[in-house]
């Protein structure tokens, strides 16, 4: 059974950092992409950033470049979003993702096959 279990959420205040985890199990996510959407309450799930492969193609949202980095343990079968600078719009639940597609709209919900349950963020002002 595949699992993908976010951890690291939490209540912080605009400009701390925060690092959320996403451990893998029941197979190796070493030659999927690895992505990260979030969920704001009444709002669509929306695409934070992605890392292809084994960590060389990273790509980000707009609104988090700059702020936010992927990184990818293959060894441990873990991918982090280390999160920094945060602001009160970066509220929401956080998803990992995975697929085995190799080509596609990294940008879209339908690329991915696995989901995390996901974790709360809440930054507040």
């Known amino acids: 059974q595949v699992q993908l279990v976010e951890s690291g959420g939490g209540l912080v205040q605009a400009g701390d950092s925060l690092r959320l985890s996403c451990a893998a199990s029941?197979?190796?996510?070493?030659?999927?992409?690895m992505a990260w959407f979030r969920q704001a309450p009444g709002k669509e799930r929306e695409f934070v950033g992605v890392?292809?492969?084994?960590?060389?193609?990273?790509i980000y949202a707009d609104s988090v470049k700059g702020r936010f980095t992927i990184s990818r343990d293959n060894a441990k079968n873990t991918v982090y979003l280390q999160m920094n600078s945060l602001k009160p719009e970066d509220t929401a639940v956080y998803y990992c993702?995975?697929?085995?597609?190799?080509?596609?709209?990294?940008?879209?919900?339908?690329?991915?096959?696995?989901w995390g349950q996901g974790t709360q963020v809440t930054v507040s002002s």
């Open positions: 029941g197979r190796s996510f070493r030659g999927s992409a």
């Open positions: 993702a995975g697929s085995d597609y190799i080509s596609g709209n990294y940008y879209s919900t339908t690329f991915y096959q696995y």
């Open positions: 890392t292809a492969w084994s960590g060389g193609n990273t």
